[in-house]
């Protein structure tokens, strides 16, 4: 029997939650209520505490990196039943637009994201259409499970950004997310893997999850990419900081022909300077992309089941739901820290 109401850590307003009994969603026909077991906490969750994303949205649950368990089911559900572990995909689309239709449901204008725009995983429940369920292996742990909405966003910019084996990558930016992109890289046979980052234990993670080459000092940058690719610059540079003046940098480190993958989220009144001239000359360009859509969910989730990602560096740090103002304000202040999960279920 579900209760009437659930534990939840509400955003009541930009940097404070209230964890407090909320009433329990209700089922539509087509909805799955989940129980959730983990959820991380993510740089855009960082955002939307700060007032700086989705803050139209706010009070909100946030929370969308999560796993758990089918709790119930609406009337019309026949895909999944309840007692199955489960991941799902966050991105909400109309379902009928052009971008629906091809299976860019990131791009519909009418995208709801779960525990962005609407309430998340920051909770005991929540309630997620049928379509976007995704059951998992019995003995895959929750916590390695919960990785698979960060990991699909990566799988989509190399998809996107089409890195092939044997190709330079430049990650700029050695966090949670810019390690995953170090472990794709690798993944794909990209070589040589340069990680820059000014934290020194950043780096020694990736240098552990596949990057050959670490820069620490800005300054050396640009002469340690010259120095492993015979001169020319990178093939490929993915931003994942969200620095303005990173993605100006980061055209300065392409060669000729190459290209800047651009991951990291800036404040929307942020502004590079870049010369319309050199994407003639040089033929370089720049392809974004920021979360997730279609089968990249899937192939993320076959990563992790079948272990070629390196989970070890995210699961280390759990916290009780109780304490989601203090693990995130304890994220945003331990830069040594790549990831934070919460526990819901204890």
């Known amino acids: 029997m579900l209760p009437d109401t659930m534990k939840a850590a509400v955003l009541v307003e930009p940097g404070r939650f209230e964890v407090k009994q909320v009433p329990l969603p209700k089922c539509g026909p087509r909805d799955v209520l989940v129980k959730v077991k983990r959820a991380g906490v993510c740089g855009t969750d960082i955002h939307i505490f700060r007032g700086h994303f989705a803050a139209e949205s706010i009070p909100l649950i946030p929370g969308h990196e999560f796993s758990g368990v089918v709790a119930a089911v609406g009337s019309d559900v026949d895909m999944v039943a309840v007692g199955t572990p489960i991941v799902a995909d966050i991105n909400v689309g109309c379902g009928h637009c052009y971008y629906c239709r091809k299976n860019e449901v990131v791009l519909c204008s009418e995208i709801k994201q779960i525990g962005i725009h609407r309430n998340g995983a920051f909770a005991e429940y929540v ?38 084996a044997g190709q330079s990558v430049v990650v700029l930016g050695a966090g949670p997310i ?42 050396q940058v640009a002469a340690v990419v010259k120095q492993y690719t015979d001169g020319r610059g990178a093939d490929v540079v993915i931003e994942s900081v969200g620095s303005a003046k990173l993605y100006e940098q980061a055209f300065d480190l392409i060669r000729p022909g190459g290209r800047v993958a651009a991951f990291g989220v800036s404040s929307a009144e942020a502004r590079s300077s870049l010369s319309p001239l050199m994407f003639v000359m040089k033929e370089v360009a720049m392809k974004g992309t920021v979360a997730s859509s279609g089968d990249d969910f899937h192939n993320a989730l076959t990563l992790l089941k079948y272990g070629r990602i390196k989970t070890e560096f995210f699961t280390s740090v759990i916290r009780p739901l109780d304490d989601v103002q203090k693990a995130i304000e304890d994220f945003m202040g331990n830069q040594d820290t790549l990831k934070i999960q919460i526990s819901v279920d204890g």
């Open 127 to 164: 309630l997620v259409p049928e379509r976007l369920i995704i059951p998992i292996p019995n003995d895959m742990p929750f916590e390695i499970a919960a990785l698979t909405e960060p990991l699909s966003c990566c799988v989509r910019l190399f998809e996107r950004n089409d890195v092939r």
């Open 178 to 219: 810019g390690n995953l992109h170090i472990q794709m890289a690798r993944l794909v046979g990209a070589a040589p893997i340069i990680a820059v980052d000014l934290n020194e234990n950043r780096l020694a993670a990736a240098k552990k999850a596949g990057a050959d080459v670490t820069v620490s000092d800005p300054a």
